[in-house]
């Protein structure tokens, strides 16, 4: 039953390796069988936790509304980012990807998955490239996204909050725009391949005030992207910018908005607050921009060797070891950047 290994939370603080049955060959669809998964430490941690909003609230899809109930119950299984694969089987009437091919897509932490065809086209790795860099196409998608909300323009003066592995994607990205980018971030690690990822300039949070850092230099950041997912983080993003900038709201922020005081520089500075999130792409870029094309975007950008998505894999792990990388994650986050799991007989 090696095919069918699944990742399942039972419950807050609790995961186990489940197995659950091969799904049938239907036409239009091709067999993954999965190589790499990559996990989002933002995400599914809140699941692991017990946090996310879809586990104490039911997301009203139809009104765009968080109601009472619940929307995802445990046990929460196959939940992943990223996942790359072989396609090792495919329906009579498939040829495109074809059998052999590496692709990228979402199937959740699951060793093998029948998926349509045509949600693969587009998605095949190109010889030679390695395959941990196709479970980065999800969270590039959200960087970039993050970059289009921003408005990037030539010489634009931006500051970067939280540096992740989102956020040094944001940096790259932003510098490939023409930003000149402040990262911030309290961990040296990551402000040292922030400045290998473009940064300008980088800010240690645990020293200071990044709002005063940046007026010493300019009258304040034209744009703030937090994504650091702290309300502190988010207050600090809205002092930082100049009057009438934009902060670029990109990270899952959980709980009450303790610390967050939108009567002082949000309301005196006329801030504009703009929220970035995946499930959708700037209302102002819908007519040209979606999902897909933020993906294959992104993922040429990797092809070509403008942004070096493998330098952020800090951890692959087995699957088996699926308990000990979320407790990894959970404790001792600041010490992981990109965790990958990895499949194999």
Request: net charge negative.
């Amino acid at each position: 039953m090696w095919g069918m290994r699944v990742i399942t939370f039972e419950e807050p603080g609790h995961v186990r390796i489940s197995l659950e049955s091969p799904a049938e060959l239907e036409p239009g669809t091709v067999r993954v069988r999965t190589l790499y998964s990559g996990v989002s430490a933002g995400t599914e941690l809140t699941a692991y936790r017990g946090t996310n909003p879809y586990l104490t609230r039911k997301w009203d899809i139809d009104r765009r509304l968080f109601v009472e109930g619940q929307t995802h119950a445990y046990p929460l299984s196959g939940w992943g980012y990223q996942e790359v694969g072989e396609v090792v089987e495919a329906a009579p009437d498939v040829a495109d990807p074809p059998v052999g091919s590496l692709v990228w897509g979402i199937w959740g932490h699951r060793a093998e998955a029948v998926l349509p065809a045509e949600k693969l086209v587009g998605h095949v790795l190109p010889p030679g490239a390695d395959p941990l860099t196709g479970v980065f196409a999800r969270v590039g998608a959200i960087a970039l996204n993050a970059v289009h909300a921003a408005d990037v323009h030539l010489g634009d003066q931006i500051a970067i909050f939280g540096q992740g592995v989102i956020g040094l994607l944001a940096t790259r990205l932003a510098v490939l725009s023409g930003a000149r980018v402040v990262a911030t971030d309290a961990i040296p690690d990551r402000l040292e391949l922030a400045r290998k990822f473009g940064a300008a300039e980088t800010f240690d949070v645990a020293s200071g005030s990044v709002a005063e850092f940046m007026r010493k230099r300019v009258v304040g950041a034209d744009t703030v992207i937090e994504l650091s997912g702290s309300h502190l983080g988010l207050h600090e993003a809205i002092r930082t910018v100049r009057k009438g900038g934009r902060v670029v709201a990109a990270g899952f922020y959980q709980g009450d908005g303790v610390g967050l005081r939108l009567g002082e520089e949000f309301h005196h500075n006329q801030v504009q607050l703009v929220s970035s999130q995946i499930g959708g792409v700037a209302s102002w870029l819908a007519h040209r921009w979606d999902v897909e094309r933020l993906q294959l975007t992104f993922m040429e950008l990797v092809h070509r060797g403008e942004v070096d998505a493998r330098e952020l894999v800090s951890h692959v792990m087995s699957v088996d070891s699926a308990a000990d990388a979320f407790d990894l994650l959970d404790k001792h986050q600041s010490e992981v950047l990109q965790l990958v799991f990895e499949f194999k007989e």
